[in-house]
């Protein structure tokens, strides 16, 4: 994610005054958040203890404001956090982490030593709008809100990097968490910020505040010497992860900024005079990533949409993990749902459920795709249903297919591709579930 994105389901029943991060859940039925995460710094999960703040707004005033749930290892939970008893009335919630125990926050700063973790830095925000009391989940997606950037170190030098250090941004950022949005603090200082050793010697990673500006790369080695670099125009966008690649030599080092898709959002490409793109696309009240891949549009991420008269179980199933998945992984689909019951044999741009203007890919798109080399961690493994005669489960979770409009009697097209494994076109049978990933059809691009 915007972008790159985090789905909480909430667990409804109403909202009461509670305790402190450490409260455990009682027996009164509550809210319970149930986090599937898309992109984290330090990983793809929570970590127990982990605070996020919440607000409730009805009426035009808080009925609850910044109150704390706790991640207990699998989901997040408050004692006596009960909903309010009018289960006509709509509201809007507001959540953010981490928490802070001062209030809602209108400013945010990264921390300018980041040597210990950046996840202090990391800041994340959601709105959920017109919610209404139930007992069913109430989905938040979760943004990034600050920019990331990892310094991917080669040093041909004579001695070992002690310390990387990026200068020549803001620190702090003004915070609308309505949107939520963040923009860097008008009239505040440039700093300096020490960046994390993800690995030593060759990968450090830092959060920044979303700018333009100069960005001033200094490395120093354990000979005591700092080498420094500034790229004239960066520009990072907000829920974006860059990639920086650094040559270090005994006189000089060299910078080269790209976007390459990780567990954040793809922030384009970037070079010292160039500050990338990126596109987004709407459809079925949910926000994807689009990327240009080879002079095609494509969708990158596993679409999410559930056709209207679908049950899920029935053509169309949550990945392996469940609802708390879907964000992550989108949904999965057999041939009949994902091409809206058309089988096409020729290579014909079928829509199926993809929106106006899109299509399920042909093979020879498929083929094309991968010939052009998308950007590492385009493809998201979100496993698949098997379907074989009266037996039915999930297949491997480390596996993922990208559905193909393309069919035989018994077989779909498809491209196979796995954790470990290149992706390669292959063919299933027609009742097993799979991701689907839109192209643009050409007279729209």
């Given at each position: ?9 909430l ?45 409730v ?5 808080d009925?609850?404001?910044?109150h ?10 408050a004692?006596g ?10 509201s809007?919630?507001t959540?953010?982490f981490p ?11 990264v921390?300018?030593?980041?040597t ?6 990391d ?6 709008k ?16 600050m920019?990331?950037?990892t310094i ?5 030098s004579?001695a ?10 803001v ?13 860097a603090?008008?009239?505040a200082a ?28 200094t490395?120093?080695t ?34 080269k ?39 095609q549009?494509?969708m990158?991420?596993?679409?999410r949409?559930?056709?209207a008269g ?9 990945p ?14 057999d ?10 044999r020729?290579g014909?741009p079928l ?5 106006e ?17 998308p ?10 249903w ?33 954790t470990?494994t290149?992706p390669?076109t ?5 009742g ?5 990933r839109?192209?643009?059809d050409a007279?729209?691009?």
């Amino acid at each position: 994610m915007m972008k790159r994105q985090l789905l909480f389901a909430l667990l409804a029943a109403g909202l009461a005054a509670a305790s402190g991060c450490a409260d455990k859940r009682d027996a009164v039925p509550g809210i319970r958040i149930t986090p599937s995460i898309k992109t984290r710094v330090t990983g793809l999960h929570f970590d127990t203890g982990d605070c996020i703040g919440l607000t409730v707004t009805k009426n035009g005033s808080d009925y609850v404001r910044n109150h704390p749930m706790t991640y207990d290892g699998s989901a997040f939970t408050a004692s006596g956090l009960l909903w309010y008893n009018d289960l006509n009335e709509t509201s809007t919630l507001t959540a953010y982490f981490p928490y802070s125990a001062s209030g809602v926050p209108d400013e945010f700063s990264v921390a300018q030593d980041q040597t210990a973790g950046c996840v202090s830095s990391d800041l994340l925000g959601a709105v959920a709008k017109n919610v209404t009391p139930t007992g069913a989940p109430v989905g938040m997606l979760f943004y990034h809100l600050m920019s990331q950037l990892t310094i991917v170190i080669t040093n041909n030098s004579d001695a070992a990097v002690s310390g990387v250090t990026v200068g020549g941004f803001v620190p702090t950022a003004s915070v609308d968490l309505s949107v939520p949005t963040v923009a860097a603090k008008a009239g505040a200082a440039v700093a300096e910020i020490k960046t994390f050793e993800a690995t030593p010697d060759a990968s450090y990673r830092v959060i920044l505040v979303p700018q333009q500006g100069a960005l001033t790369v200094t490395v120093s080695t354990r000979d005591g010497k700092s080498r420094s670099k500034t790229l004239s125009s960066a520009t990072l966008e907000s829920g974006r992860r860059y990639d920086m690649s650094v040559l270090v030599t005994n006189i000089d080092i060299e910078l080269k900024l790209s976007g390459e898709v990780s567990d954040w959002d793809d922030g384009g490409s970037l070079d010292e005079d160039n500050g990338g793109e990126s596109s987004e696309l709407e459809y079925g009240g949910e926000t994807y990533r689009t990327a240009k891949i080879g002079g095609q549009v494509w969708m990158a991420e596993n679409l999410r949409y559930r056709p209207a008269g679908t049950e899920i179980g029935e053509g169309v199933w949550y990945p392996e993990e469940g609802l708390s998945a879907v964000a992550e992984k989108g949904l999965l689909y057999d041939y009949a749902t994902a091409t809206g019951g058309v089988s096409v044999r020729s290579g014909t741009p079928l829509r199926g459920i993809c929106p106006e203007g899109w299509h399920i890919p042909a093979l020879a798109e498929l083929e094309a795709l991968l010939a052009a080399g998308p950007a590492a961690g385009f493809f998201r493994c979100a496993g698949y249903w098997i379907v074989n005669g009266t037996t039915t489960r999930y297949g491997d979770a480390d596996k993922g297919y990208l559905i193909s409009s393309e069919a035989t009697a018994e077989r779909s097209g498809c491209l196979a591709y796995s954790t470990t494994t290149d992706p390669v076109t292959d063919e299933v049978p027609l009742g097993y579930g799979l991701s689907v990933r839109c192209v643009k059809d050409a007279a729209a691009r």
